[in-house]
């Protein structure tokens, strides 16, 4: 996961980071550099007919005009990972993808070939297993290969619909995405439950069904994939950022325990994750060593995900949130409200936030928020790869606190399983090492992934 970490580039434009992932939320885009982002990609104007698949009218990546889909729920079914519609977003040539990925400091270094965007919404199951729809993004190399590989690639926090993989108006959302298909693989990005055009609000921080979303994406990808005149050959790598980092060790986990038998995980490189987070980012939210306003963000974020989910943590807001905060708290987290007013709408320090409950609650987890972060950990405590793992990282990380890696790498060595830690080194990224360490995991990541495939 990512914890949240301000930054405020030259380009006017501000970004707010989560723990564990990163987190799009106090975004803001001067007209100028949306105006590079809409021609830094060359947008598809047409539908492939024969493919199925719908075109996306001028717009930048990721936001088509409304109104193409290909097929209706009911003529697709309702089996899990099953396609419901497929969008293109745009086409690039390999200069292309080198100008738009250095534009956010993405690594070109790999880039091989051009690519083509899609957005798949599939069928999925959500927290209760019960039928809904998610959406995703789909990055295809223009190479001459028919067969691909496939990476998979978790996407950080973020509590704004628009901000998903598949929806970003940005380079940084799809970026890494882009990246591994640039670099001749099939790359999918699931948006999660509940963010990009996925109905109801996000579960945020919920492994089981980010694995499960991540999953049935994979699917709805081999789906659609002939349609493309590409087949996704069944060998996965699996990354993902921040809170993205454990949904790839819960993807993982799942790949190796046989959850669907064409797809065969082949490596797993998760990017300074929230592994531990009673035993690590918790007392490092409470201590002040994650900056006080990403805190009370983050904070807010997990008590109203898991009281969704789980139930038991409270049954008024006010029982561990204070007025005023309490009585807004919840629709600042249901997928609506941009990163900028939330984090405008919060207070500055946990003090102002939480209630003596809320504060014992963190200090000493019971009940249902207990077993929540049992439940957290069990991506590292669980299981016992059988394939490469790396865990990287990068030493003085400000949001996701680096003793989450070393305690999820000592759990696989109780295990028997030696995963080594990966110190990406000292990178920055509008100031911040959090954001940096996905910008340098992934270029060390592609290319691990490309001599391994």
Not at 2 to 20: E, G, L, N, Y
């Amino acid at each position: 996961m990512a914890p949240i970490t301000s930054r405020t580039r030259t380009t006017s434009r501000t970004r707010v980071i989560d723990r564990a992932c990163i987190i799009d939320w106090a975004r803001t885009a001067s007209s100028a550099r949306t105006a590079t982002r809409v021609t830094a990609g060359v947008l598809a104007a047409a539908a492939i007919t024969a493919a199925g698949v719908a075109p996306a009218s001028a717009g930048v990546l990721g936001r088509p005009a409304a109104g193409h889909q290909a097929g209706s729920a009911a003529e697709q079914g309702t089996a899990r990972g099953r396609l419901v519609s497929a969008t293109r977003l745009a086409a690039m040539p390999a200069d292309r993808v080198r100008t738009w990925l250095a534009s956010e400091d993405f690594d070109t270094a790999s880039v091989r070939h051009g690519v083509d965007t899609y957005r798949l919404v599939y069928r999925t199951v959500d927290t209760r297993g019960r039928a809904t729809t998610a959406s995703g993004l789909l990055v295809l190399p223009r190479s001459r290969d028919r067969r691909l590989a496939t990476v998979s690639y978790t996407h950080g926090t973020t509590s704004y619909k628009p901000d998903a993989p598949s929806m970003a108006d940005d380079v940084w959302g799809p970026g890494a995405a882009v990246t591994y298909a640039a670099a001749g693989f099939a790359a999918v990005a699931p948006d999660y439950l509940g963010l990009g055009e996925g109905p109801g609000v996000h579960p945020w921080k919920d492994v089981p069904s980010e694995t499960s979303a991540s999953l049935d994406m994979l699917r709805a990808a081999r789906e659609f994939a002939p349609r493309a005149g590409r087949v996704l050959d069944g060998r996965v790598f699996v990354t993902g950022f921040s809170q993205g980092a454990s949904s790839a060790l819960g993807l993982a986990r799942a790949l190796q325990g046989g959850a669907d038998p064409y797809f065969r995980v082949r490596a797993v490189a998760p990017i300074s994750g929230a592994y531990d987070f009673q035993g690590a980012e918790l007392p490092a939210l409470l201590n002040g060593d994650v900056a006080p306003k990403l805190s009370v963000a983050y904070t807010s974020y997990l008590l109203t995900s898991w009281n969704r989910i789980h139930g038991g943590i409270y049954k008024e807001p006010s029982e561990v949130f204070q007025e005023p905060y309490a009585s807004r708290v919840e629709k600042y987290f249901d997928g609506t409200t941009p990163g900028d007013v939330m984090l405008g709408g919060l207070p500055d320090e946990l003090g102002d936030l939480l209630t003596p409950r809320g504060f014992e609650l963190l200090r000493h987890p019971s009940g249902t928020f207990a077993e929540a972060l049992r439940v957290d950990a069990e991506v590292c405590k669980g299981w016992t790869p059988r394939v490469p793992v790396r865990l990287y990282k990068m030493a003085g990380d400000e949001q996701a606190v680096t003793a989450n890696t070393d305690h999820c790498a000592a759990w696989f060595r109780d295990r028997g399983a030696r995963v080594p830690v990966v110190d990406v080194g000292d990178r920055l990224y509008g100031g911040s090492r959090h954001l940096g360490s996905n910008l340098a995991g992934t270029a060390r990541i592609v290319r691990w992934f490309g001599g391994l495939s």
